[in-house]
């Protein structure tokens, strides 16, 4: 089974990654939309949407995206998008204030399996936050480069006096992904149908599908209520 969260073979220049985000700071930061999920001030900047608007920060699948304004003026976020060889949905950067949670939910067909891959590269952090996937605390550190199955329950609490601050990107599984992935130790070949999961995660993820019911979800609950 693959790992439920994997750290890529490069990182990035936090010196960089810090001034372009100087740049967004000067931009409002939009409150996430999912106030059910957090405690605190959990907010988000768009530096690529489905309106083309840096405040935008809602995402649905298969739809089309492109870059905000704002993204033109930060060359290093640019660069790092263009090293990943595949399309992207959306790009952010996210922000957790200090003494915030963002409580234990999952992200429905967000798993490489699914043929989509988020990836997190902290710009701001430290060792007071405390960011967890499958019950596995994940150790991001400024400038890595990070993918987690966030089909799996997952949770972040910002126990420090600073934000944490990520820059966030959406992207679409293809052959140069999957030979990357394959170099990780993945299982390219591996279908998110045949993953066993514990019966309190089987609850989780169920119980988060109902809440924004779709075709797409009502399927998987069907799937996994069979198992």
């Known amino acids: 089974m693959n790992p439920s969260s994997s750290k890529l073979p490069v990182s990035f220049s936090i010196d960089r990654l810090q001034n372009d985000l100087v740049v967004c700071e000067n931009d409002l930061w939009t409150p996430h939309f999912n106030t059910y999920r957090y405690e605190g001030n959990w907010t988000s900047i768009s530096l ?18 492109k870059n905000t304004s704002l993204l033109d003026r930060c060359e290093y976020f640019k660069e790092i998008m263009d090293w990943f060889q595949c399309e992207k949905e959306a790009v952010r950067l996210l922000r957790l204030d200090p003494k915030s949670e963002i409580k234990e939910h999952v992200d ?18 430290n060792d007071d936050v405390f960011f967890y996937v499958d019950k596995k605390r994940v150790p991001m550190q400024m400038g890595e480069c990070w993918y987690a199955n966030f089909q799996l329950p997952h949770s972040v609490e910002n126990k420090s006096a600073e934000p944490r601050i990520h820059f966030t990107l959406d992207c679409i599984r ?21 993953k066993q999961y514990s019966d309190e995660m089987k609850q989780q993820i169920i119980a988060e599908l109902s809440r924004n019911p779709s075709e797409a979800g009502d399927k998987i609950i069907a799937n996994l209520q069979s198992k």
């Open 48 to 65: 690529r949407s489905q309106s083309g608007l840096a405040d935008d920060i809602l995402s649905f699948p298969n739809a089309a995206y």
């Open 174 to 194: 293809n052959d140069w992904s999957d030979e990357l992935f394959t170099k990780m130790g993945f299982d390219i070949n591996e279908s998110s149908q045949n």
């Open 108 to 125: 429905n067909d967000t798993s490489y399996e699914d043929g989509f891959f988020r990836i997190h590269i902290p710009i701001i952090t």
